[in-house]
């Protein structure tokens, strides 16, 4: 198998589709989108991930058009797009309420852009059609978007924003107003459609587990900055802050200290009384600076007694079981209060599940488990 | 088991007569409502019509003498008959004056959408807060009395009136406009008083729409302009044929600005009405003239109707 695996943001040479340069924008005194520098590369599924008034929707808005940038600019393939209004850009939108024209079948709704373009007759016909069989949608095309589900409106509208092939597509919160079965089916849908049309699809969300799902990159913002640009495997195994990895997933964070202890490898002396934990990291600590410790609770294995060749154990008891069916997180109180979280699939039945409520454990993580993040 | 399961059918059956009953009341009361307030009079003045006129009290005969018992019943019908609908035909006064009724309603209800629109778009993308403040400015000219309103008209567009006086002032005229009893002061009155008819249901359907699809529609390539004419203006359809019925509908029959604010050569329809009624005092002609004019203003009416039901439909 000799496949080139899909990263042109590792490759100096390429020349990305978008590019933010510093930009800015407030509203009034607020400051939604704070100097911020990004490259998004041509046939990117990238994603704008954060909590509700991050950001991401005025990023998107001005991709769109609809914001200007109050400082800097944003070049699409190497052109200045500031000056152009909505409707002369290469850039298509599917809104987050689908704003499908309510007057109009879903074969005209899908043939409103082409229309606008004069397109020939025959083409455009062409065109509406291949978008219907595209979207599965060809039995629909004469209904009104009242007489649709929910999903079906989330293909028509992803239908109409695909039809004029544009550079770049913007998806806003595209999956929010579907069920949790039908998004998950959704989203590899969109993966689907994403690679065969070869567009560059931008998508917002504030749902970490679909951001990682369909991105082929993952940016994770808060208060108009870019905390961490990266492929969704990175922005898991590898955070670059506290903020990142406690918004993408479950984690333990441990505060403490950090002692130099060989080549990349530190000791965190964090609590009264429990021996130090060992972590590697290749970012440089100074000794006795303050860190945080970071464990994904998957990566924490809990037993009866403790671990021969493990290089951090703790020993506590159970304080809680959180049930989910394929895995349990255990949340184990240790001697001096602290929670640490741990979890491990459910390989047995329930009845013959190794630990209950107050049973004393060690937990134990090797020193490339977890992440060592100075804030 | 074939017993609980009878019993249980007798019991939903007794269920269902009730419902039945309940159903049948519940449409009772603006059955007989519309039969009383609507129904009633006009057999009444449809009896009138086919009355025939007389110098007494009340004007016209024959009256119902129920004292005489059948006979009196029959010979009250024996001397109705349609010669007040045969002379609307044959006096041009009167199919002169439906026409140019209709015709002002049209031209003023074209006039009334032409301001109303605009107005009701600037509520509808106004700033949240301030759209009651715009809402109660639209209804309150409903608060002082219609009359009064139509004869301050009358000192504004005077020869002598303000409108007039400020002309003169700024120069741009330099002998005063005869405005006041011509059909121009007829159409100016019909639009500001049934301007809020026109600009409420057009404002609501506009303030229902998702400001998304107008983004959506200059996304896919429309300008500003393209976008109001392909979405806009097709989602606020069923506003604005509300409104243009509301305005045409009872413009149609109106009296009262036509015969504060018309002249002589001003021929409307509700004016007839009103002078065969009090000046010729002949009832029965009035009362044909009042049938004829309900007959001419069912069509539309049912039309609106049509509409209303549909736009239900379409909202379900």
């Not at chain 1, 109409?160 to 806003?172: G, I």
């Not at chain 2, 009341?25 to 603006?30: D, E, G, H, N, R």
């Not at chain 2, 303030?207 to 806009?232: N, P, Y």
């Not at chain 2, 509300?242 to 329809?269: K, N, Q």
Request: with cysteine; hydrophobic share 45%; proline share 5%.
């Amino acid at each position: 198998m000799n496949t080139t695996v899909f990263a042109p943001w590792e490759d100096p040479q390429a020349k990305p589709l978008i590019q933010f340069q510093n930009v800015t924008k407030r509203f009034g005194g607020f400051t939604a989108i704070d100097n911020l520098s990004l490259d998004i590369f041509e046939k990117e599924f990238f994603a704008l991930l954060g909590p509700s008034g991050c950001g991401k929707t005025t990023m998107m808005r001005m991709l769109a058009g609809f914001e200007k940038p109050s400082d800097g600019h944003i070049m699409l393939g190497g052109q200045d797009i500031d000056p152009i209004p909505p409707n002369k850009r290469a850039v298509n939108m599917m809104f987050q309420s689908y704003a499908l024209f309510p007057h109009l079948s879903i074969w005209e709704n899908i043939a409103f852009g082409l229309r606008r373009d004069n397109m020939p007759k025959r083409d455009l016909e062409d065109r509406v059609e291949e978008m219907l069989r595209l979207t599965r949608l060809e039995q629909f095309a004469r209904r009104k978007p009242h007489q649709i589900s929910g999903g079906q409106r989330q293909r028509v509208a992803l239908a109409r924003s695909l039809a004029k092939a544009p550079k770049l597509l913007l998806l806003d919160e595209p999956l929010g107003a579907l069920d949790k079965k039908l998004r998950q089916d959704t989203q590899f849908e969109l993966m689907d459609i994403q690679e065969k049309t070869g567009t560059t699809f931008v998508i917002v969300t504030h749902d970490q587990e679909e951001a990682m799902t369909v991105a082929s990159r993952v940016a994770v913002m808060d208060q108009g900055k870019l905390m961490q640009v990266a492929t969704p495997d990175r922005i898991y195994e590898n955070p670059n802050s506290v903020y990142v990895a406690d918004f993408i997933g479950d984690v333990n964070i441990i505060e403490g200290r950090a002692t130099a202890n060989g080549d990349e490898t530190y000791q965190v002396d964090w609590a009264e009384g429990q021996s130090p934990l060992t972590a590697t990291s290749s970012t440089g600590f100074t000794n006795g600076q303050s860190c945080h410790l970071a464990i994904r609770p998957e990566k924490v294995t809990i037993s009866a007694d403790r671990p021969a060749d493990a290089i951090n154990a703790v020993q506590g008891k159970v304080h809680d079981i959180a049930y989910l069916g394929n895995l349990s997180t255990y949340h184990v109180e240790l001697a001096n209060g602290t929670i640490i979280k741990a979890q491990s699939a459910n390989t047995r039945r329930i009845s013959r599940r190794s630990f209950t409520w107050e049973d004393p454990v060690w937990l134990s993580w090797t020193a490339t488990a977890a992440v060592l993040l100075a804030n | 088991m074939g017993r609980p399961g009878l019993a249980v059918m007798d019991g939903h059956g007794c269920g269902f007569a009730g419902e039945l009953m309940r159903r049948a009341l519940l449409i009772a009361i603006p059955y007989v409502w519309l039969l009383a307030l609507f129904l009633v009079p006009f057999f009444i003045v449809l009896k009138i019509s086919l009355s025939d006129v007389e110098l007494a009290i009340p004007p016209y005969t024959p009256t119902l003498d129920l004292s005489q018992g059948w006979a009196g019943i029959t010979d009250f019908f024996s001397q109705l008959d349609f010669e007040n609908f045969v002379w609307l035909t044959e006096d041009d006064l009167y199919w002169k004056a439906y026409l140019s009724s209709v015709k002002i309603a049209l031209i003023s209800t074209v006039l009334t959408l032409l301001v109303g629109y605009p107005i009701a778009y600037g509520m509808a993308r106004a700033p949240t807060e301030w759209r009651p403040t715009l809402m109660m400015l639209v209804i309150l000219p409903f608060w002082t009395s219609f009359l009064i309103r139509v004869y301050a008209w009358m000192g504004i567009l005077s020869n002598e009136g303000y409108l007039n006086q400020i002309l003169l002032w700024l120069g741009i005229i330099s002998t005063p406009l005869t405005i006041l009893n011509t059909n121009t002061a007829v159409y100016i009155g019909i639009v500001y008083t049934y301007l809020p008819f026109m600009i409420l249901p057009i404002y609501s359907s506009l303030e229902r729409m998702d400001e998304s699809l107008i983004e959506a529609a200059e996304d896919l390539g429309c300008s500003r302009l393209k976008a109001f004419w392909l979405v806009t203006i097709p989602l606020s359809r069923p506003g604005i044929i509300a409104g243009c019925f509301l305005v045409m509908i009872p413009v149609i029959g109106e009296f009262v600005i036509p015969s504060l604010l018309g002249g002589s050569g001003t021929l409307m329809i509700g004016k007839v009405l009103w002078e065969e009624f009090f000046s010729n005092r002949d009832w029965p002609v009035a009362s044909a003239v009042a049938v004829v004019l309900l007959l001419i203003l069912v069509i539309p009416i049912v039309l609106f109707q049509r509409n209303q039901q549909k736009q239900t439909e379409a909202g379900q």
